[in-house]
């Protein structure tokens, strides 16, 4: 029994380590034809990187958007609820501001993103290597990762922060509108009143922080795009899995972003 | 066609030595050697699990053998750096089993990615040089489509083209009739006949189609369970004396000659014996 148990053990912890070696060489090839690629005559194609921009970014903008508004709405509401309590409903700002800028709009920004970019690239991946796509790319001399995960990969780490900006900006319009619907804050008094409150290292840390989700939820996709083993029922769990890891990855590397950054 | 008695032959394209696969523990080749020479359509046979498809991802340089060496083109595939494994991939073609076409390009973009890719050339050149190699398998006008919009004979077709597109010296065929009619089926080995012939390429064709492989080759080899059980031309295959290889031709497994209550027992295994051993 406990042999068992320390047998399995040590094959969970084998396989985790060889997934984790897996993310890093992934990374580090990827590194390699981003900034070495072009020198050796095999670039990176900036059409296939403003093609996924396109899908990872432009067409997550509405959904990202409206989610982002109901969490600024949403903080707004409690925050004013809660204060109400005390008497200091008019500091609802600080809260909405901090909150917004700081965790809620880069991490529904990168969960949102790992639902649709993340499983969709793994999807992708995954059928591409049941039907050989993948193979075929190595005979033709072609490197699969410069091919398929570099403008992946870029895409997410530029539009996951674009998003993730816009994020801020709507969720705490919405806030504001609530505020001002409230209180009878004016729109002005309360973006005024945010900006004087939040400084650079406010906004550096949420845009970093989603440029790291940015990364996650790429890297998270196309390895288990390309893990994917059998046919259309291996898309299916790889695809599951891709999303469940990208987006426990994110929350525990945002816990963990916060807490070194709040040292 | 190769005359394989002719004293002068031509170089060999294709070298395999001593060439082991496990998967696992399993043995899936037991030390293969083929040598295949220029401008000949060497087909590979075989039941499932001979090993025959694990045998072309060796050739096709997309997997490591356990042991053993291949040569193509006087270049041993997996002692190259990367850079000449690229460059000796340039030089190869293959034509997968489902076409492996990729679905988010049209027909001429796929046809043009490898020169797209490996070349400097003008965009209208290239879609010249892909209506060429579409016009050689007769899918003349079919650039513009998506993938998703042919069938399956013309999907396999497409490939073709693809993999002919940078005039590659060997061009391998994976399971080309799988999945295809008999018409169709036999088109496309017309089709493997005239590049062989027009285009002076050497061709390997792993199959398990009979009919097509006395049709299109020069020579045949046989895998059985990851050995070599013949190497030769479609006449000496024919007339071979073994018993294992005629029962092969003639579709007739080993299975088929247990009697039923020995197959029974095969199925039972250990449980029929412990449960008689209990009775």
Redesign the interface.
């Known amino acids: 029994m406990v042999v068992r148990f320390f047998d399995r053990l040590g094959r969970i912890s084998v396989a985790a380590t060889e997934e984790l070696g897996r993310y890093g060489v992934l990374l580090m090839e990827s590194g390699f034809w981003l900034f070495m690629g072009a020198r050796?005559g095999?670039p990176v194609r900036v059409g296939a990187l403003f093609a996924e921009m396109m899908e990872i970014g432009v067409r997550a903008i509405g959904i990202v958007g409206i989610m982002a508004a109901a969490i600024g709405a949403m903080l707004a509401i409690q925050g004013i609820y809660s204060l109400k309590i005390f008497g200091a409903e008019g500091h609802v700002v600080f809260g909405v501001a901090f909150s917004m800028v700081r965790e809620f709009a880069p991490l529904i920004t990168g969960i949102l993103v790992a639902g649709r970019s993340g499983s969709a690239l793994s999807a992708r991946l995954g059928t591409?290597k049941i039907?050989?796509?993948i193979?075929?790319l190595?005979?033709?001399?072609?490197n699969p990762v410069r091919?398929l995960v570099v403008p992946s990969l870029l895409a997410s780490l530029i539009m996951v922060p674009v998003l993730t900006f816009m994020s801020m900006v709507l969720g705490l319009w919405a806030a504001g509108m609530y505020v001002n619907v409230a209180l009878g804050m004016s729109l002005a008094a309360f973006f005024d009143q945010t900006i004087s409150i939040l400084s650079v290292q406010d906004l550096t840390h949420g845009l970093l922080k989603s440029a790291i989700f940015g990364i996650l939820i790429a890297l998270i996709g196309v390895i288990n795009g390309f893990l994917v083993k059998g046919g259309a029922e291996g898309v299916g769990k790889a695809t599951t899995r891709a999303v469940v890891q990208c987006i426990s990855a994110i929350v525990v590397t945002d816990m963990l972003f916060a807490l070194v950054a709040t040292l | 066609m190769i005359d394989t008695n002719n004293e002068a032959k031509p170089p060999t394209v294709i070298e395999v030595r001593d060439l082991v696969t496990h998967y696992g523990t399993r043995q899936i080749l037991n030390g293969i050697d083929v040598d295949i020479v220029q401008g000949e359509i060497m087909v590979i046979m075989g039941g499932s699990g001979s090993g025959k498809s694990t045998f072309l991802r060796h050739l096709?340089?997309?997997q490591r053998p356990t042991s053993g060496v291949i040569k193509i083109l006087n270049e041993d595939v997996w002692a190259l750096p990367q850079?000449g494994l690229?460059?000796l991939?340039?030089r190869?073609g293959?034509a997968?089993?489902?076409g492996?076409?990729?679905?988010s390009m049209t027909v001429g973009e796929n046809i043009m990615?490898?020169l797209y890719?490996?070349t400097k050339l003008d965009r209208m050149t290239m879609e010249i040089m892909a209506r060429m190699k579409l016009e050689v398998v007769d899918l003349a006008g079919f650039e513009e489509l998506m993938p998703s919009e042919l069938s399956g004979g013309m999907i396999k077709r497409a490939a073709v083209a693809r993999a002919i597109i940078m005039d590659p010296r060997i061009l391998f065929f994976d399971e080309p009739s799988a999945g295809l009619d008999p018409v169709v089926s036999s088109q496309l080995d017309d089709l493997i006949l005239r590049l062989r012939d027009a285009m002076g390429m050497t061709i390997c064709v792993v199959t398990h189609e009979l009919e097509s492989a006395f049709k299109i080759a020069d020579r045949i080899t046989v895998l059985d369970k990851g050995d070599v059980l013949f190497i030769g031309t479609v006449a000496e295959l024919k007339n071979h004396p073994s018993e294992r290889i005629q029962n092969l031709l003639n579709r007739r497994s080993e299975e088929a000659e247990i009697n039923a209550d020995e197959y029974l027992r095969r199925l039972m295994g250990d449980k029929q014996e412990s449960e008689g051993m209990a009775r």
């Open positions: 050796i095999q591409m039907n050989q796509e193979d075929a190595e005979v033709m001399g072609i091919f | 096709m340089a997309l850079k690229f460059n991939r340039k190869l293959v997968f089993q489902g492996a076409l990729f679905s990615l490898p890719e490996h």
